[in-house]
C-alpha cells in the first residue's frame, strides 16, 4: 500500500539551530511530493513541492526539501530555526496518475516541531 | 486571490443529526478535495470533485456525501453523525488542469465538527 512515514512525531530545537524533519515515502514509482506547515487552529499552508527536475526543491519562509529517489526520502531543512516556526509539519504525496490519484494526497502523521527561545 | 473558504468554522451537533459544510475553491480552481483530520487517524481523504463530478473517493462510509456546483463550491454532507466524526474537515483547491497531474493543492482554514 502506498504510504508516508515521518519518523519524528515530536522534535525539539533551539531558536537559531539547524532543522531537519524526516519523511519517507512508499509507492510502485515516484511520486509528486510537498510538505505542508499547519499552526494551531488553521488549515495546512504549503511550504513547496517536487515534481521533477531539480532534487533540491526551495521553499516558502526560508525552508528547503531534498528528494533522495535512492532513500524514498524527501526531507525538509532549515539552517536557522526561529521561534515563530513552531507549528505541525506534513510531508504529503500524490500518485502521478489520473484515476484513483485524483486530489488524494496521502498524508504522514506530522511532525510536531517545538522551538526554545 | 482570496484563498479557499470553508463555512462555517465551527458546528455543535449530536449524536444522528445530519450536518453540511460548505468549501468556496481559489478563484479559477475547478478540483475541490475534502479530507477528515482527527488525532487518532490524521489526515484522510475524503473525496474530490472536478466540474461537478466526484473522480475520487477515499475509503469513507456513505454517510459521507458531497456535491459540486456550477461555480465550483462545493458542499459535503455527513448524516446520521457519530461521535467518531467529531474532527477538522479541510477543504482544498487546485486548478485541475493538465489532467491534474501537477496539480498543488491549496487548503482553507477548515471547519471544526464536535459531536456530543
Known amino acids: 500500500a502506498q504510504s508516508v512515514t515521518q519518523p519524528d512525531i515530536h522534535i525539539t530545537v533551539s531558536e537559531g539551530a539547524s532543522l531537519e524533519l524526516r519523511c519517507n515515502y512508499s509507492y510502485g514509482a515516484t511520486p509528486y511530493l510537498f510538505w505542508y506547515v499547519q499552526s494551531p487552529g488553521q488549515g495546512l499552508q504549503l511550504l513547496l513541492k517536487?515534481?521533477?527536475?531539480?532534487?533540491l526543491v526551495q521553499g516558502i519562509k526560508g525552508f528547503e526539501a531534498e528528494f533522495k529517489r535512492s532513500q524514498s526520502s524527501f526531507n525538509l531543512r532549515k539552517p536557522s530555526v526561529h521561534w515563530s516556526d513552531a507549528a505541525e509539519y506534513f510531508c504529503a504525496a500524490r500518485k502521478d496518475a489520473g484515476g484513483t490519484s485524483y486530489g488524494k494526497l496521502t498524508f504522514g502523521q506530522g511532525t510536531i516541531l517545538t522551538v526554545h527561545p | 486571490k482570496a484563498g479557499v473558504t470553508q463555512t462555517p468554522r465551527y458546528l455543535i451537533k449530536t449524536r444522528g443529526q445530519q450536518v453540511t459544510l460548505s468549501c468556496s475553491p481559489i478563484s479559477g480552481h475547478r478540483s475541490v478535495s475534502w479530507y477528515q483530520q482527527t488525532p487518532g487517524q490524521g489526515l484522510q481523504f475524503l473525496f474530490e470533485y472536478f466540474s461537478e463530478t466526484q473522480r475520487n473517493k477515499g475509503n469513507f462510509p456513505g454517510r459521507f456525501s458531497g456535491r459540486q456546483f456550477s461555480n465550483s463550491r462545493s458542499e459535503m454532507n455527513v448524516s446520521t453523525l457519530e461521535l467518531g466524526d467529531s474532527a477538522l474537515y479541510l477543504c482544498?483547491?487546485?486548478?485541475?488542469?493538465?489532467?491534474?497531474?501537477?496539480?498543488?493543492?491549496?487548503f482553507g482554514p477548515g471547519t471544526r465538527l464536535t459531536v456530543l
Open positions: 517536487y515534481f521533477s527536475g531539480d532534487t
Open positions: 482544498a483547491s487546485s486548478p485541475g488542469t493538465s489532467g491534474g497531474r501537477t496539480d498543488t493543492q491549496y
